[in-house]
């Protein structure tokens, strides 16, 4: 009896042990499966985001014609000039990455806020 018991009592903290090993395994697994499917740091069509985007080639443009620049983000351009200089420390970011400029972050934002009131 006591033999049975014994062997009983080592089937079950086998059987234990091996929960808890599968379990790690699993949670570990998890835990880099949400990463796998990265592949690019930066997507392919990101990469020419500084000669093709709308920023380099519309407000450049823009910059130019003061009256349509007026239009496109309802200020003037010294006005526009002196909110981006005091707001720019508030933007900026520390990253890895190449961030979005403070001056691109305030335009796009302008312009979400303009397309709103317009849709309204």
Not at 32 to 39: F, G, I, L, P, S
Not at 70 to 95: C, D, G, Q, W
Request: proline share 3%.
């Amino acid at each position: 009896m006591k033999v049975t018991t014994e062997k009983n009592l080592a089937v079950l903290l086998a059987c234990i042990t091996l929960q808890i090993g599968i379990s790690s395994m699993l949670r570990k697994k998890r835990k880099h499966k949400r990463w796998r499917n990265r592949r690019w740091w930066v997507r392919p069509i990101n990469l020419q985001r500084d000669i093709l985007d709308d920023y380099s080639v519309l407000v450049k443009e823009l910059k130019k014609d003061k009256n349509l620049f007026f239009r496109y983000t309802r200020m003037s351009l010294e006005v526009h000039n002196n909110l981006l200089k005091k707001i720019s420390p508030a933007l900026m970011k520390t990253s890895l990455r190449k961030p979005l400029t403070p001056e691109q972050c305030l335009l796009i934002t302008l312009r979400y806020l303009l397309s709103s009131f317009l849709i309204l």
